[in-house]
């Protein structure tokens, strides 16, 4: 194997920072991410060190995605951390549609062979935290003013501060993990960074709470008062979202105000089993298609939301995080393994070529499902056409259905 790395030559786990580490892969942000590389990583005998902004429990505390693609399913497995996965998590062979009091069913298997998977992004990443901990792994939290140096030449190195001390690590490469907000795309230069951007004038209000699901498969609800989303992530745990002004803030809705909107929202026959009780969680997020080319400059390679970003209509964010990480942890093997640049060169190319297919799923679902502000009654008329289209139409639904499982890799 090539190791011209060097393993880290001083073993630092946090609270103790050496003002200087080596390691192979930097990797900015300890978000599903940067989790994964690093252990598929550590799998193939390749060494990285995690610095991560916030705390373990604040990465935790953010209730994100529930359902994953069977691309991200196999890569759980391949990084060794699958068990809770498959012992807990709930495959779902198809999802329901409705419009009004209307509803129909795309199934998955029917048409694909595939399924996906109910389980929560913060399972995910608990269980990854635990194999990185378990392993003796590198994470480094509460890092302040990460600066990513020399990244268009072969030497770069990353340079944090964390409890008022500055840190370095040299490093052979550097994995842009660390979500939209993070410092790794602006470290791409200006004349080389493309940016493409829709902004939707809607937000999303989810609440998390502990009661049974409505139903035991999702419904996705286009209604005359708005989108609606009815999920879950166990059988006393249910997730729901209804669509909500931007203006619109979690403080706004109390707990009744947000079911009986949800109950008008969802066919009636659903509405009368909805159990309600009280949230435990209740946020908002705002509804973006993001995308930045190229994914990589020298030796800095950016994955997952630090690239793009889809509005969650189609549940792809993660599950585009984790194609990412498949073409960068190959592309490294490649390039440790067989002394071959050939992977990493093609990185960006091949992830984008994914990341675009998925941006176009999420907006197409998106532009179905949602009432939009400006939407005549034309637009409307013309939602239901393609509503009716896609519930009588087999070659439709297998289009749907490939695409929510996942697009090969
Ligand atoms: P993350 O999860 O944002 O993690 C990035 C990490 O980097 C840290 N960080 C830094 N660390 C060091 N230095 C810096 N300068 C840093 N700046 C930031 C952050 O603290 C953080 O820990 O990005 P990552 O790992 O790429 O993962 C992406 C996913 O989190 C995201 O795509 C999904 O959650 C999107 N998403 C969904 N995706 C799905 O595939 N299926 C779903 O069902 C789904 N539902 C959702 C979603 C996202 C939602 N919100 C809130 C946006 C539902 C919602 C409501
Ligand atoms: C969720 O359970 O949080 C969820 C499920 C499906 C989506 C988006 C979010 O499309």
Redesign the pocket.
């Known amino acids: 194997m090539r190791n011209d790395a060097q393993l880290a030559f001083y073993t630092c786990t946090p609270p103790c920072h050496s003002a200087l580490m080596k390691t192979q892969v930097t990797i900015?942000?300890?978000?599903?991410?940067?989790?994964?590389l690093s252990q598929l990583l550590h799998v193939r005998g390749i060494d990285s060190v995690v610095?991560?902004?916030?705390t373990k429990d604040?990465?935790l505390g953010?209730?994100?995605?529930?359902?994953?693609?069977r691309g991200?399913l196999d890569l759980m497995r391949e990084a060794g951390v699958a068990d809770r996965m498959e012992a807990e998590g709930y495959p779902h062979d198809g999802t329901l549609i409705s419009y009004g009091d209307e509803m129909f069913r795309v199934d998955f298997t029917k048409h694909t062979g595939h399924a996906v998977m109910v389980y929560g992004?913060t399972e995910v990443?608990r269980d990854l935290y635990a194999a990185r901990e378990a392993a003796g792994g590198a994470i480094i939290y509460n890092?302040?003013d990460?600066v990513i140096c020399d990244a268009d030449s072969d030497t770069p190195y990353v340079t944090?501060t964390v409890d008022g001390k500055t840190a370095r690590i040299n490093c052979d490469f550097v994995a842009g993990?660390?979500?939209?907000?993070?410092?790794?795309r602006n470290t791409i230069p200006d004349n080389v960074r493309r940016e493409y951007e829709k902004i939707y004038p809607f937000g999303?209000l989810?609440i998390l709470s502990e009661t049974p699901p409505v139903n035991h498969e999702l419904i996705y609800a286009n209604s005359e008062r708005g989108f609606a989303l009815c999920?879950m992530r166990n059988e006393n745990l249910s997730r729901y979202?209804i669509q909500c002004s931007l203006s619109d803030s979690p403080s706004d809705w109390t707990d009744t105000a947000f079911w009986e909107e949800l109950r008008r929202r969802i066919p009636a026959d659903q509405a009368k089993k909805l159990v309600t009780g009280p949230s435990i969680e209740k946020?908002i997020?705002?509804l973006r298609s993001f995308v930045t080319e190229p994914m990589r400059w020298g030796r800095l390679f950016l994955?997952?939301?630090?690239a793009h970003?889809?509005p969650?209509t189609?549940?792809?964010?993660?599950?585009?995080?984790?194609s990412?990480v498949h073409y960068l942890y190959n592309g490294l093997r490649d390039y440790y393994e067989n002394d071959s640049t050939a992977g990493i060169d093609s990185y960006s190319a091949k992830a984008l070529a994914r990341v675009w297919k998925a941006e176009r799923f999420s907006w197409w679902f998106s532009s179905l499902m949602h009432r939009y502000p400006d939407q005549s009654a034309f637009d409307h008329r013309i939602q239901v056409a393609e509503l009716e289209f896609l519930r009588s139409n087999d070659a439709a639904q297998q289009a749907m259905a490939e695409n929510y499982v996942g697009l090969p890799y």
């Open positions: 900015i942000g300890g978000g599903p991410s940067g989790l994964l610095l991560e902004r916030k604040y990465v953010r209730i994100r995605a529930g359902v994953l693609e991200l992004q990443t890092v302040e990460v944090y993990c660390d979500g939209f907000h993070g410092v790794s999303w989810g999920s979202y946020s997020a705002p994955c997952g939301d630090a970003i889809v969650p189609g549940a792809k964010g993660l599950n585009t995080a984790a990412d």
